[in-house]
């Protein structure tokens, strides 16, 4: 339908959604300032190791290479999710949607174990600048991918409840910018925290 043809409250409605739309394109840039002074201060404390563990140390490649597999899959999985918005499928977008969420729920498994084995052996965030800077670092994507995981079954629930209706359209749209964006920050974690730390 062309702008001339749509009524006011239509109009008013898109135009909603595109505010939105880049509210959250500047929420994301914020984020990514955010990532990059946190890749910063990892940076700068990686000798901050006050004598105790490093990364070759502790960190577990195969453990980290499955952590990015799990998170690279969820990505294509929503991409099929989002396809099936724009063809108004409902039941393979709720399908891909559950599919995202348990490969980003295993994501979310396997950094949990890793922190509380880290923690087991007294390497935890207390111990060391570096260490300090790595939980912070690697912790923060943790939650923002719990915070995705939230959004999914949220998102789920009203596309079973309302539909694939524009506003939920546009709400999916905006979950799968973000659910992008933690991919790429976790491409950085795993390219500048685990390959170099166990160099």
């Known amino acids: 339908m062309s ?7 239509e109009r008013e409605e898109t135009e909603t959604r595109e505010q939105r ?4 394109w ?17 940076a700068i404390m990686i ?18 290479a499955l952590e990015t597999v799990l998170l690279l899959v969820s990505s294509t999985t929503f991409g099929f999710a989002s396809l099936s918005v724009r063809t108004g499928n409902r039941s393979a977008v709720i399908g ?7 490969l980003g729920a295993g994501f979310v498994f396997l950094e949990v174990r890793e922190f509380a084995g880290m923690i087991a052996k007294g390497a935890g965030p207390d111990r060391s600048g570096f260490l300090s800077a790595f939980f912070t670092l690697v912790g923060t ?19 079973m409840l309302k539909g694939l209706t524009a506003p939920v359209a546009s709400r999916l749209y905006r979950l799968g910018l973000f659910w992008h964006f933690l991919d790429i920050a976790w491409v950085g974690i795993f390219s500048i ?4 730390g166990l160099l």
């Open 3 to 9: 702008v001339a043809h749509m009524s006011e409250h």
């Open 21 to 24: 739309a880049l509210g959250f």
């Open 26 to 42: 500047l929420y994301l840039m914020g984020d990514a300032v955010i990532f990059a002074l946190l890749f910063a201060t990892y």
């Open 47 to 64: 000798p901050g190791t006050a004598g105790g563990p490093t990364g070759k140390d502790l960190f577990d490649l195969n453990n980290a």
């Open 96 to 102: 891909w949607l559950a599919v995202t969420f348990l």
């Open 141 to 159: 994507h943790g939650v923002h991918v719990t915070m995705g995981l939230l959004w999914i079954v949220i998102l789920s629930a009203q596309v």
């Open 193 to 196: 925290v685990y390959l170099p």
